[in-house]
């Protein structure tokens, strides 16, 4: 069990080895435990993390801040159009001078092509851990409450499994691709035998598909992709169906609206979730667009895990934290 992890930085899924990431499942299931029996858990006592916020959100916001406070600490919330990053502040500065104030930096960055970046230039200038709160490539903490939600539906021996991580029609906005590319990355060193279905033009970004794939190799599990949502959803112990944009096939978001019109029959339904194992798990990390994503049916429906896993984020939170700014 690799428990040293003070001071590290959580950015892409593969920062933590396997290993580290059992210890985090270890550590968020007894905090899990601790908060159902108000045992009192203060590890981070007069700590304080940096929330950095570029876009919306509610669960993550609400978990780190949430998780913050039962750890001893307190989680800042700062909207980066509240500070002076539009009149000059760098990410250098960012990194610096946050980095001298708080024990933690917790970033959302998710514009294309810029998040990551930003998150690792305010991560070379910070000497406290940055986490990620989802970039453009990737969203590692929606994908530990993921993971840790499948142990608690399928248990801690996951080979042979079948995960479906699929595309799904949505109207509202092109969505950024961080939680397949989560998915893929993670869930093969576990086990999981992956499926990846979209519609051609919504191709997740080369570099990520290959890393993925050595992944799968090295953890001798599966790793498919299809462009036929049904066929994918056939004898599923898992499904994850959500949208995604069109980046890596157009940069142009006007076209990339287009292109996501053709496909609005890739909506999970109770007519495909019958496709898939009867004791399957339909998730999705919210928000979803109900009836048009995924029906009310489906969301709401006796395999739904959803609020199980919006909640174990702030466990799987909480275990980051505690290991790395405590
Ligand atoms: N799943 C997720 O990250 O939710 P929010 O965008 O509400 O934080």
Redesign the pocket.
Known sequence: MQTFLHGRDLIGDLDFTKEEVETVLDVAFDLKRKRALNEPHPYLRDKVLAMLFFF??????GSFEAGMAQLGGHGAFIESKSTQISHGDTPKEIGEIFGRYYDGIAI?HVDWGIGNSYLNAVAKASRVPVLN??CDIY?PF?CLADLMTIVEKKGRDLRRKKMVVSWAYAASYQKPMS?PQSLILQMPRFGLDVVLAHPPEFRLMPEIMEQAQEQARKFGAGFEVTDDMEAAFKDADIVYAKSWGAMVHTPDPEEGAKIIKKYSHWITDEKKMKLAKPDAIYMH???ADRNIEVTDGVMDGPQSVVYDE?EN?MHAQKAVMALTMG
């Open positions: 919306s959100s509610t669960r993550t916001r959302r709160m989802q969203h929606q939680v990390p919210l928000p919006a984020r």
